[in-house]
């Protein structure tokens, strides 16, 4: 039979890796070949970096970055069987530097009698960077080919001398297609789920991209010999929804945030009301929320609308006075208020033109006209002669020179036409050209 790559050399599972018929659905269910992985067409078609390395029959270390439940330990274990290698496997969780060290060693023991080693390594982001630099040596040498697994982003979670001798692949979420075709395969194997059509289809948007978690729900099903169908309400009391996966000090807490602030940065409030809610129904701190919010007032607001930040302060003093659930409308107000703002990031900008003129103009001393002259000796050195007080100048407006001496005037704040911004640059039209005439 032809294999996934139209080539005549089957996949078959060995002897040991057949399930008994009592193990989990989920186990019984493991695919069989690379054919047989839902959801990750993209690595392991003939034109994915891992139908390329099969088809030429070598492997190169990896990182199999994705959510959970999307395929990585099979995935690593196909890959070791498709190319002939011998596979071990350690759990970052539980193994420690001695636990590697066997690993290494019958890894060198297996390469000297001619057979190479796929070490796959799971929730390899949990070995510290000590640990993570024991691998490069064996990587190096071809002792063994590292296939490690993650949900955490590896640019955080590994360091720079493992990642550049891996190649990153990036797993996705099941989709809706790919979960419904992982429950066929549970139907066909243990008969058809006691649901209604619609409470199939709840069942699989509650799995939330986890295969894993999916299999398990329709054991449950399976095992609860229920005598009629359910429906969604049905479905929804008899079993527990996925909790979301969100770690609020990794990967998907950045991605989210970044979701929300970009939002309300593109005047979306809708999505931006969406990623408020998934950080908050996922457990997220509030007060984290509302200082973001604070930010994005000033970041991507600023003097287009003066009272954003405002609206901010007063959303954070409202949760810190309510608490949750009653607070957090004060955080959806001000959430709403910024994304239908007008937006502008002059005063932002100004911050870092400013900064880095600051940064390279050292010691620049004042021009002695603005310098205050409390003692004789600095009135006599010239400190505060000739200053005009701008309120004596007719319009209230001297046009006097604020800048060190030795450097020219600069523009780092460019108001634009949106929302009291309009105003701003009209007030700042009006006072260059007063300058201008007064500097004649």
């Known amino acids: ?46 034109d994915g970096a891992i139908g390329r390395m099969v088809a030429a029959g070598r492997l190169a270390s990896m990182i199999l970055w994705g959510p959970p439940g999307t395929g990585k330990t099979s995935i690593a274990r196909l890959l070791a069987d498709r190319v002939g290698m011998r596979y071990a496997a350690i759990s970052a969780v539980f193994s420690g530097v001695a636990d590697l060290k066997q690993a290494f060693t019958e890894a060198e023991k297996m390469a000297k009698a001619g057979r190479k080693t796929l070490l796959f390594v799971d929730e390899i982001h949990r070995f510290n960077r000590a640990q993570q630099d024991g691998f490069l040596p064996y990587v190096e040498s071809g002792v063994v080919t590292l296939v490690g697994a993650t949900t955490e982003n590896p640019s955080f979670a590994l360091n720079a001398a493992l990642l550049s001798r891996v190649q990153v692949l990036v797993l996705n979420r099941l989709d809706e297609p ?12 243990e008969g058809p789920l006691p649901l209604t059509p619609e409470a199939r289809t709840a069942l699989i948007a509650q799995a939330d991209g986890d295969g894993r978690f999916l299999l398990g729900q329709a054991e449950t099903l399976y095992h609860a010999r229920l005598a009629k169908p359910l429906d969604p309400a049905g479905l929804g009391g008899f079993l527990q929804r996925r909790v979301a996966v969100y770690d609020r000090d990794r990967d998907g807490h950045y991605n989210l945030i970044s979701a929300l602030h970009k939002a309300v940065r593109g005047s979306d409030p809708q999505a931006a009301l969406y990623w408020l809610a998934r950080m908050l129904v996922a457990g997220e701190e509030p007060l984290f929320l509302a200082r973001r919010l604070v930010r994005m007032a000033v970041e991507d607001i600023g003097l287009a609308d003066p009272h954003a930040l405002p609206q901010c302060m007063a ?126």
């Not at 790919?178 to 194997?189: D, F, G, V």
Request: glycine fraction near 8%.
């Open 178 to 189: 790919a979960l419904a075709a992982l429950l066929a395969k549970a139907e066909a194997l």
């Open 315 to 440: 959303a954070m003093e409202a949760y810190r006075l309510l608490g949750s659930p009653e607070g957090e409308l004060a955080l959806v107000q001000a959430c709403l208020y910024l994304a239908t703002a007008p937006k502008s990031n002059a005063a932002y900008m100004a911050q870092k033109a400013a900064w880095k003129a600051a940064r390279e103009t050292g010691s620049l001393a004042p021009p002695a006209n603005i310098l205050n002259a409390p003692t004789k000796l600095m009135k006599d050195i010239g400190y505060g002669a000739g200053y005009a007080y701008d309120h004596d100048a007719p319009e209230g407006f001297s046009g006097a020179n604020y800048w060190p001496e030795g450097m020219a005037a600069e523009q780092f704040y460019t108001p634009v036409e949106r929302g009291f911004e309009r105003e701003v640059k009209r007030r700042l039209d009006y006072w260059n050209k007063l300058r201008a005439e007064r500097n004649k």
């Open 1 to 46: 039979m032809a294999d996934l790559f139209g080539q005549d050399a089957p996949e078959a599972p060995r002897g040991d890796d057949i399930p008994a018929p009592d193990a989990p659905l989920a186990d019984r269910l493991r695919p069989q070949t690379l054919a047989e992985v839902v959801g990750q067409e993209h690595l392991t078609g003939p």
